[in-house]
């Protein structure tokens, strides 16, 4: 098999909540070995979201079982964004712990956080200090708004930044009000994946100069770059962008059409028309030929100026074919379409189980478990999930015996102590 990209790279990962666990999950996807330091005093905010009580045997194909174990050790969402990791428990109040984490920095590559600034410089655990340890050594700290400037100590969530940044303003359908509240938290996983680039790009700074370096990082300006358009638009045309709902500003049809289904539920079919081949392949493949001929669709701005009408026709054919049918109809014509599905649906979905997007891999306590998969597939090395996410402490032993070389008999007394849990 081959090496994993980032095989022989350790990171210290003291990321909570979303945004930094899910970056540095990134990275023990792709080889990296990733130490999770955690506290049992003040447990990461992902631990208390909500245990799974049972297996599910239309998810997991294995007979329903009520799970056993503390709840923190059973949330389903800590399980997906912390696999592949080694968890270390220490108190960072105790000046033993604090010399354990510079301990285990000295022989590491990265560190990560996500605290408000300070938390870390008030345990002696910031760059200026972590530096002396390790020189070469490269840190990132994902803060709101980085570690000075108006908004330093503002402490936010996912909901928080989509609304600082403005994007929840664009959230919404075209001639009604502003709905904003984007319930899928897009600022964590936008803000790791920024992160992640971040680090890497880091790590390649310091092969090529030897050289590490400290990442100041605002997640909300990460946030920001995903408003190109509507910042541009006000800079060049003096216009505010409002809600726009699935509409595309180049595209038509499209969004989300309503497919048949059984009375109750909701079903829908995503569909994109770029080009002008596309669209005549489309109406062939509606059996509309006579759309293409219809002078208010000939060329797509007419078609954007009667895209309400456009819309209506589309729904109503689509309306009497289930999702799936609609879509396979729309892929053999080359047109862009895929059923909307939830998440159970996902797991049964022939697409996405010929592109891998779920893996298993087995709990101590939870048993077999599938995960969402690693979202990237490369050309040499295949990153993977080859561990399930750790216990709280299960790997002291391992971390401070293995790597750190302590004792038994010092691994007893620093618990005794309380630097350990």
């Known amino acids: ?7 022989g790279i350790r990171v210290i990962d003291f990321g909570w909540v979303w945004a930094g666990p899910l970056a540095t999950s990134f990275l023990a996807d792709l080889g990296a070995e990733v130490i999770k330091v955690e506290s049992r005093a003040r447990l990461d905010n992902v631990r208390l979201m909500g245990r799974a009580k049972f297996r599910d045997k239309a998810i997991l194909g294995v007979e329903p079982r009520q799970l056993e174990g503390e709840d923190m050790e059973l949330t389903p969402m800590y399980h997906n964004i912390n696999r592949n990791k080694l968890c270390v428990a220490l108190n960072l109040k105790h000046p033993a712990a604090v010399d354990i984490a510079k301990k285990l920095v000295a022989g590491s590559d990265i560190v990560l956080e996500n605290f408000t600034p300070h938390v ?12 002396e340890v390790k020189p070469d050594i490269i840190m990132i700290s994902m803060t709101t708004g980085g570690q000075d400037g108006a908004l330093t100590n503002m402490r936010s969530y996912a909901p928080s930044l989509t609304s600082l940044s403005g994007l929840e303003s664009t959230v919404g359908y075209g ?24 680090m890497l790009t880091a790590l390649y700074h310091r092969k090529k100069t030897g050289q590490g370096q400290y990442i100041d990082m605002s997640q909300l300006e990460a946030m920001v770059s995903l408003l190109g358009e509507p910042l541009l638009d006000y800079q060049l045309n003096g216009r505010v962008m409002g809600p726009t709902g699935n509409r595309h500003p180049r595209m038509v049809p499209y969004g989300n059409y309503p497919a048949l289904c059984e009375e109750g ?4 079919v995503s569909i994109a028309v770029k080009t002008e081949e596309e669209w005549l392949a489309f109406c062939r493949a509606l059996g509309h030929q006579e759309w293409a001929q219809d ?40 047109v862009a379409a895929a059923p909307v599905l939830g998440i159970e649906e996902q797991y049964e979905d022939p697409h996405l189980q010929a592109r891998g997007l779920h893996a298993r891999c087995r709990h101590p306590l939870f048993g077999e478990q599938t995960l969402f998969n690693v979202p990237w597939k490369l050309s040499r090395t295949q990153p993977s999930v080859r561990r399930p996410a750790p216990l709280l402490g299960q790997h002291n032993d391992q971390v401070l015996g293995d ?19």
């Open 295 to 334: 002078e208010r669709f000939s060329g797509l701005q007419k078609r954007l100026h009667h895209r309400e009408l456009l819309d209506r026709l589309v729904g109503e054919w689509t309306s009497k074919r289930t999702a799936h049918e609609a879509t396979a109809l729309l892929q053999e014509a080359g």
């Open 403 to 421: 790597i750190l070389g302590m004792s038994g008999e010092e691994i007893k007394r620093l618990t005794e102590e309380g630097a350990v849990y």
């Open 175 to 198: 001639d009604g009000r502003v709905m904003g509240t984007l319930t899928f938290g897009l600022g964590d996983p936008n803000g790791a994946v920024h992160a992640v680039y971040a």
């Open 120 to 131: 870390l410089k008030s345990a002696g655990l910031d760059y200026n200090s972590l530096r």
């Open 1 to 7: 098999m081959a090496e994993l990209l980032l095989e």
């Open 265 to 268: 539920e909701d079903k829908w």
